[in-house]
Nanobody, 119 residues
């Protein structure tokens, strides 16, 4: 079992920056792939960025070059640095932990943190 708590959201002007944090409790954090997803009102939840247990990363095209995902396994933390924010980045951002154990997919979500990009 993994419990995830996001923080760092808020209101920011276009062009600004935020850093989201996700604190994980539970065992074997380093074995989980971690992701940040976002969901805007009336839209589906979409992947923003992903980092494997080995540190490989992947990004949605819409955030490439602006967002950076990182993890600190010693602290059980994953981060999302967001630069050059746009109004279209406004959404609730969710942290996700994923791992497959003996053909069983384990998947955990945080409660989400609101990011609003507006003047």
């Amino acid at each position: 079992q993994v419990h995830l708590v996001e923080s760092g959201g808020g209101l920011v002007q276009p062009g600004g920056s935020l850093r989201l944090s996700c604190a994980a409790s539970g065992s074997a954090f380093r074995l989980y792939a971690m992701g940040w997803y976002r969901q805007a009102p009336g839209k589906q939840r979409d992947l923003v960025a992903f980092i494997t247990s080995g540190g490989n990363t992947n990004y949605a095209d819409s955030v490439k070059g602006r967002f950076t995902i990182s993890r600190d396994d010693a602290k059980n933390m994953v981060y999302l640095r967001m630069n050059s924010l746009k109004p279209d980045d406004t959404a609730v951002y969710y942290c996700n932990a994923e791992r497959t154990v003996v053909a069983t997919k384990l998947n955990y979500w945080g409660q989400g943190t609101q990011v609003t990009v507006s003047t």
